[in-house]
């Protein structure tokens, strides 16, 4: 019996070690493995059916797809670029969640953005 509740403990302390694990950093490798499956798409335009504008978009189930404004500077491009893929990767590990964070998502861009290309 004492055994027992020694296992129950150590099953609710890895569960609870896994619940709180968080998505790993977006990296160039995993990048090449989302283009081996993920079709990328440029557009001139990117703008919804209400004609709201988009720099980029992302579809992951049943479609696995990005798409890229090209109305966007060469700046704003890249850190679209970046946006759409940290979607992606959230959603490929499987954090549900994070994946639709939009404010989660756009702050991670930001950093690794700064992180690959300083202040260009
Ligand atoms: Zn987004």
Do not use: C
């Amino acid at each position: 019996m004492r055994y027992l509740r020694i296992f129950t403990f150590l099953l609710a302390f890895l569960s609870i070690g896994a619940a709180s694990s968080a998505p790993s950093e977006l990296r160039l490798a995993d990048v090449i493995t989302y283009l081996t499956f993920y079709d990328l798409t440029h557009v001139p335009v990117l703008q919804n059916q209400e004609g709201r504008q988009f720099w980029g978009m992302s579809s992951y189930y049943p479609e696995k797809h990005i798409w890229l404004s090209d109305a966007a500077g060469p700046h704003q491009r890249k850190l679209t670029l970046l946006h759409e893929f940290i979607h992606v990767h959230y959603f490929e590990q499987g954090f549900l969640e994070a994946a639709s964070d939009e404010s989660r998502v756009k702050r991670e861009a930001e950093r690794l953005y700064k992180k690959l290309y300083g202040n260009r």
